[in-house]
């Protein structure tokens, strides 16, 4: 079984603070998704990312895979409170369903 | 175009009843998933269809749930003899194709078991 563990569970901040969220794994995936969840509503996805060591920009979001793929960070800079949400890190494997993390609940304050 | 829908968008049910909780994927997406999610926690896989091949029913809980797809369209989740512990919420996610395309979700189901 694959698993995947997301750090922190939760994590309250000013606007404006930077923080990084982590998704980790002792296996190997072939890729890595990263997906948003508001409130009443189904994951949306942020970003897939592929390549080991590869970093993929979205505005404010700094997704990083990590070298071995068994990893991946997720780093927001200058939090605003649009921001608040669950992140879910998705690890997909060639002819496995995605296995999901148990997802970090950001909240941004103003 | 639409998105994935479902419906209903919230369920109370007494223990012991049956439910059935209906999703409309993407039109033309061949694969349909269905996940639960357990309070602000992440998703557990259920089933996934693609095209007339043979779901993967091997994140079925138990027996008492079950699913169908017909017509390659609208997929039917059902939960007989319901438990407490049924209680979450039911997500709906369709592609273009298999596993690794993009999933896009519906806004889930929210199932209360009482």
């Known amino acids: 079984t694959q698993l995947l563990e997301q750090s922190p569970q939760f994590l309250s901040i000013q606007e404006g603070e930077n923080l990084t969220v982590y998704c980790n794994s002792s296996s190997v995936f072939s890729s890595l998704q990263w997906y948003r969840q508001e409130p009443g509503e189904g994951p949306v996805l942020l970003v897939t990312v592929v390549t080991g060591g590869e970093v993929k920009k979205l505005k404010r979001l700094t997704f990083q895979f990590g070298d071995a793929r068994k990893d991946s960070s997720l780093h927001i800079t200058a939090a605003q409170p649009g921001d608040t949400g669950l992140y879910l890190c998705?690890?997909?494997?060639?002819?496995?369903?995605?296995?999901f993390g148990g997802g970090t609940r950001l909240m941004v304050k103003p | 175009g639409a998105g994935v829908s479902q419906s209903p968008s919230n369920k109370v049910t007494e223990k012991g009843k049956d439910v059935e909780l209906r999703c409309d994927p993407i039109s033309g997406h061949t694969a349909l998933y269905w996940y639960r999610q357990s309070l602000g926690q992440g998703l557990e896989f259920l089933i996934y269809?693609?095209?007339?091949?043979?779901?993967?029913k091997s994140g079925l809980p138990s027996d008492r749930f079950s699913a169908e797809r017909t017509g390659g369209s609208v997929s039917t989740l059902t939960i007989q003899r319901t438990q407490q512990e049924d209680s979450a919420v039911y997500l709906c996610?369709?592609?273009?194709?298999?596993?690794?395309?993009?999933?896009?979700f519906g806004p889930g189901t929210r199932l209360l078991v009482l």
């Open positions: 996610a369709s592609s273009l194709g298999p596993f690794q395309e993009t999933q896009y």
């Open positions: 269809f693609q095209g007339n091949s043979a779901p993967d």
């Open positions: 998705a690890g997909a494997n060639a002819g496995n369903m995605l296995t």
